[in-house]
């Protein structure tokens, strides 16, 4: 079984910057893409960014290219979120994914494990 536990959420200003952290427990770190998602306030869960066993594939959600910026270390069993630039429309609970295989997928029905979330609210 995986245990995932995100950190790092916070309420701040727009323009400022994040980085949430995801702790990964309980099996082969390596074996797993790595993902973001998040979910606002009376809206469905949307992809924001992932990341391959290896990095060498990220892909990221339309609406955070350019500012967000997927990374994990594999001794530590971490993935990171970098979010610069935040703005109102990013408030929302973030949760961190894991998925088995080699792929990243964009649909959250696709991913097999699941952190509790960490609160992002950035205010004008």
């Known amino acids: 079984q995986v245990q995932l536990v995100e950190s790092g959420g916070d309420s701040v200003q727009a323009g400022a910057s994040l980085r949430l952290s995801c702790d990964f427990s309980?099996?082969?770190?390596?074996?797993?893409?790595m993902g973001w998602f998040r979910r606002a306030p009376g809206k469905g869960r949307e992809f924001v960014a992932g990341?391959?066993?290896?990095?060498?594939?990220?892909l990221y959600g339309d609406a955070v290219k350019g500012r967000f910026f997927i990374s994990r270390d594999n001794n530590k069993k971490m993935a990171h979120l970098q979010m610069n630039n935040l703005r109102a429309d990013d408030t929302a609970t973030y949760y961190c994914?894991?998925?088995?295989?080699?792929?990243?997928?964009?649909?959250?029905?696709?991913?097999?494990?699941w952190g509790q979330g960490t609160l992002v609210t950035v205010s004008e």
């Open positions: 309980g099996r082969s770190f390596i074996s797993f893409s």
């Open positions: 994914a894991a998925l088995m295989g080699t792929v990243v997928v964009t649909g959250s029905e696709d991913w097999d494990y």
């Open positions: 990341v391959t066993y290896n990095s060498g594939t990220k």
